[in-house]
């Protein structure tokens, strides 16, 4: 019986390799040698003894930041098409999980995202794109858990200070009014409440936290700390009996597949709050296929969720790439379902929040490891991997040598699962490209023998799910639009009535926030126009500049000419500029380098090398003042650049050598209120 089962299993194998690769699979004799000579071990799933633990689903992080910034400007059909990928269940990734940032107004990786609450008497639930996205999500999946995770907030909540915590009380009811306006506004249930990413955790605030969350009837909302490491959230936890009541979840970042001691004896669930952080490479989906198996099996985490969910920021930022899918041109329409997505549904597909684990479950002896879920209701998931140590590897944090080899397993079924006379396979195979498939279904499993066994031939890098489910579906649609490069002539003149987002398409904004604007000053030509809405630097999560700025266009640009109108509304003190070939964003801006031009209202201009201004290619004297409108124009071409105001050149054939590319921009001098019209960009190529 035995020979006959790995005689199947050899049988389904060899059907992918010919359906996929044209060829006759491999030869049943050197197979069956192979197994006899790399035997692998009998591994048993039961329920007999009970269960393990409740499995909270498969998710994914919009956000920390600015990273689904370019999706909502494709045009249909690409953009609910992206969306089915992402969410529609049993479709694509179908995801469980979605996590999204509650934007602070400040840098949070690849971009900032906008408060609900710029300032302490304003409150506005509709700017930025996560509330859309949510809802979209929502349409897909109405049983989408959400949650929400402050990485910046407002720099009114810090009183003058880089902290969140001077005055708990006020920045609690700022997270809570975001629950109550995502509810009230948007018809959006938040499940699960974050802390602070990646930061210092205040004990005093969370207990304040589920206290005006209780006093607001949102009982239901739980809480996740820290959204950092294991400690020193899980020692509190065990030390004060209160925090251990308040929090329901302690989530951790990047944890290698383990979790603690004092984490497990807290008995709550725990949860990889973000995890992969990879290219969406092959490499990027054997982290991901290794890490949705492992960290329960090796940790006992029963929810992983990737940072993030779509790539859908200019490339050239920090991460690029890093997402289940990848979707950066809106512009042609444009997208890739990376290999992530593929091995996202070998687990979501065939499981829900709410099932559980069985306690079954472990490391195959020739490396690789295999879980198995139940609904309690007669149906079984198995999911198996095999996934190498050169293929695997997460940008974070290390992984020590591990071998993988061929073997041959065989499952035996007890319990209530003794009776289970088919299994449907679900196939993965990364690596090579001539024996690279991902998510195919292969011929089901008959388990003839009345002992419940069966047996799989493995080998390096691949990932296989059996399940009684029938309802697994590699979706598809026809082939979006090829690749196209940034037009390189774009013009926006933010002449929008009712925008759909409060953010002007294609441009990303690195510090400060850049929003639609209606100048009621203004009735004629600059009545709708972009204005930079902050005027006190938000308490930071990264190295934000010291000056705003947002981003736009192709970062191979290199021969331009940028035209803006511009509008200082600082006295005295305000400047503004336009710039080209800026060649950092996200975490790095600060020392973003470029060609600025900048004006100022005291009456000078400016050329620099650098956002901060420390390269000065050239200055003087204009005539400039704040309240007056302004037409700024920068040209360079090779080695040399040039500034008009107001159609007078202010200077030409300035030398500027480095860099030699980059993205065209716009931005002020501080944190300050100002206004950008009839932005245009002519590059050559």
């Not at 306006?181 to 499940?191: Q, R």
């Not at 409440?193 to 589920?210: A, P």
């Not at 200077?651 to 931005?667: L, Q, S, Y």
Request: proline share 5%; net charge negative; glycine share 10%.
């Amino acid at each position: 019986m035995a020979e006959s089962l790995l005689e199947a299993s050899r049988r389904r194998r060899a059907k992918a390799m010919t359906a996929a690769a044209g060829s006759a699979g491999r030869a049943a004799v050197p197979l069956l040698l192979c197994a006899l000579l790399a035997p692998g071990g009998t591994y048993v799933l039961d329920d007999l003894d009970g269960l393990g633990r409740e499995f909270d689903g498969i998710g994914a992080v919009s956000g920390g930041g600015a990273t689904s910034r370019l999706l909502l400007n494709y045009r249909e059909p690409y953009r609910s098409q992206i969306l089915d990928y992402l969410f529609k269940p049993n479709f694509g990734a179908s995801l469980h999980i979605l996590k999204v940032e509650i934007g602070g107004d400040g840098q949070t990786t690849d971009g900032t995202e906008p408060s609900h609450m710029h300032y302490a008497l304003d409150e506005n639930y509709f700017r930025g794109y996560e509330w859309w996205l949510m809802k979209e999500a929502k349409k897909r999946n109405p049983n989408i858990t959400l949650v929400g995770l402050p990485w910046s907030f407002p720099g009114w909540l810090g009183k003058g200070f880089n902290w969140p915590y001077v005055n708990i009380q006020l920045t609690a009811y700022y997270v809570v009014a975001w629950i109550v306006g995502a509810k009230h506004y948007h018809n959006l249930d938040i499940d699960y409440i974050g802390i602070w990413n990646e930061r210092t955790f205040d004990i005093s605030y969370i207990k304040m936290l589920r206290k005006m969350l209780n006093h607001q009837g949102l009982e239901q909302v739980k809480i996740i700390a820290s959204d950092n490491l294991w400690e020193p959230i899980s020692a509190s936890m065990l030390l004060d009996s209160e925090l251990l009541k308040v929090i329901d979840v302690i989530g951790a970042h990047y944890p290698g597949t383990y979790s603690v001691r004092d984490a497990k004896l807290t008995e709550k669930k725990l949860w990889s709050s973000e995890d992969f952080s990879t290219l969406n490479n092959d490499v990027g989906a054997g982290c991901w296929g290794r890490v949705l198996n492992q960290n329960y099996i090796n940790g006992h985490m029963t929810a992983t969720i990737a940072w993030n969910l779509v790539a859908s920021y200019y490339e050239q930022l920090p991460y690029g790439g890093c997402g289940l899918m990848t979707a950066q041109e809106p512009w042609s329409g444009h997208y890739e379902v990376e290999p992530p997505i593929w091995i996202s549904a070998h687990t979501t597909q065939f499981t829900q929040p709410g099932w559980y684990y069985l306690k079954t479950v472990g490391h195959l002896e020739k490396g690789g490891s295999y879980v198995a879920l139940t609904d309690g209701l007669g149906n079984l998931t198995i999911i198996i991997e095999t996934m190498s140590h050169k293929y695997s590897m997460c940008i974070r944090p290390f992984l020590p040598y591990f071998n993988v080899s061929r073997q041959v397993a065989t499952f035996t079924l007890k319990g209530s699962f003794s009776q289970i006379p088919e299994l449907q396979v679900w196939y993965t195979k990364l690596g090579k490209p001539s024996k690279k498939f991902l998510f195919k279904q292969l011929d089901p499993i008959w388990i003839l023998d009345l002992s419940g066994h069966f047996t799989l031939e493995l080998e390096e890098d691949e990932l296989f799910t059996l399940t009684t489910l029938t309802t697994g579906q590699k979706g598809s649609y026809p082939l979006p639009p090829e690749s196209q490069p940034f037009p390189p002539v774009y013009k926006d003149d933010f002449n929008i009535y009712d925008p759909p987002f409060s953010e002007a398409p294609n441009f990303a904004d690195q510090t400060g926030v850049f929003e639609y604007f209606v100048n009621r000053d203004d009735p004629g030509e600059h009545h709708f126009t972009l204005r930079q809405v902050l005027n006190q630097r938000p308490i930071t999560w990264a190295a934000d500049a010291s000056n705003t700025i947002s981003i736009i266009g192709d970062y191979e640009w290199s021969n331009l000419t940028i035209t803006c109108d511009v509008y200082i509304e600082t006295p005295d003190r305000g400047g503004v500029f336009i710039a080209g070939r800026v060649n950092k964003g996200g975490i790095l801006i600060r020392s973003a380098r470029g060609v600025f031009f900048w004006i100022f209202a005291n009456g000078t201009y400016r050329v620099t090398g650098d956002i901060a201004g420390w390269f000065i290619y050239h200055l003087g004297h204009v005539d400039v003042t704040a309240k007056k409108w302004y037409t700024l124009s920068l040209t360079i071409k090779g080695p040399f650049c040039s500034g008009v105001l107001n159609g007078k050149p202010l200077w030409t054939d300035v030398r500027v050598n480095f860099p030699k590319n980059g993205w065209a921009a716009i931005g002020t001098y501080s944190f300050e209120f100002a206004q950008f019209d009839n932005f245009q960009v002519e590059a050559q190529s």
